[in-house]
């Protein structure tokens, strides 16, 4: 049984078909991007797993159950967490801080004034713990917004990680990134999936960085899935190079 499985999910704009019949199966432990042109309908995948959107049709089923229409707080405390295209942080606050904030969003209890001290203990050590993680423990002290982009993006990953998800969903999280950067995240990022044999959901627009780290890759045009493969597969499709690539192959 996949993980995380798509099942003919719709989403109509008015007369825009935003993304059109879209079936997928993400095993436990694969990571997989999902790529495609501008307007390619990814982003609205991304809001419609998890909950920003309701879809016109199909379903999204994880760990064996509907979470079709379910709010996004009630799919995080499922088990599902993202990033976001543009970095969404509270510049004043410490790296840790945010983190801690986002570890937060799965406890139930969070906002009780009874007993909160241990939601706040528990949420403090998985922000440590994402931190270390993600190679960001000597900087947890500073002020999110005088990191640097790169450091941003992956703190924004560390946000993630401290929810404990079982699925992680990573919106262009090389986006802005200069090239050094960008090789770092992607060291980073690596390291990350293969220690810990995390199930991800990534969208892209790097297709270097893409190759590196999907072990498979979904390709998305005009809100319709017209490729779905091993990455070796996906830059040999002429479909694909006609439509995104560009002849990379």
Not at 11 to 25: C, H, I, K, Y
Not at 30 to 37: D, F, K, L
Not at 85 to 96: D, G, N, V
Not at 193 to 217: P, S, Y
Request: proline content about 4%.
């Amino acid at each position: 049984m996949a993980l995380l499985e798509l099942d003919k999910l719709t989403r109509r704009f008015g007369g825009l078909m935003a993304v059109d019949r879209v079936s997928m199966r993400v095993e436990e432990g694969e990571v997989r991007a999902v790529i495609g042109p501008n307007g390619a309908g990814k982003s609205t995948l991304f809001n419609l797993i998890t909950g920003v959107l309701t879809p016109s049709h199909g379903s999204v089923h994880f760990a064996g159950e509907s979470i079709t229409g379910l709010s996004a707080p009630r799919i995080c405390q499922r088990g599902i967490a993202r990033t976001f295209q543009l970095t969404a942080l509270f510049p004043e606050m410490s790296a840790r801080e945010n983190v801690g904030l986002a570890a937060q969003a799965r406890e139930p209890g969070r906002w009780r004034f009874c007993g909160g001290g241990a939601v706040f203990d528990a949420a403090g050590r998985r922000a440590d713990a994402a931190l270390e993680r993600l190679g960001l423990s000597a900087i947890g002290h500073r002020p999110a917004g005088l990191l640097s982009h790169g450091d941003q993006r992956l703190l924004e990953v560390a946000m993630a990680l401290a929810q404990e998800p079982r699925v992680l969903l990573l919106d262009e999280p090389t986006q802005g990134l200069s090239v050094d950067e960008t090789a770092q995240a992607v060291e980073t990022l690596s390291g990350l999936f293969t220690g810990n044999r995390m199930t991800v959901l990534l969208v892209e627009h790097d297709m270097e960085v893409v190759f590196r780290l999907a072990q498979r890759i979904t390709v998305l045009h005009r809100g319709t899935v017209i490729a779905d493969g091993l990455p070796q597969a996906i830059k040999q499709d002429e479909q694909v190079q006609a439509a995104y690539l560009g002849g990379l192959a």
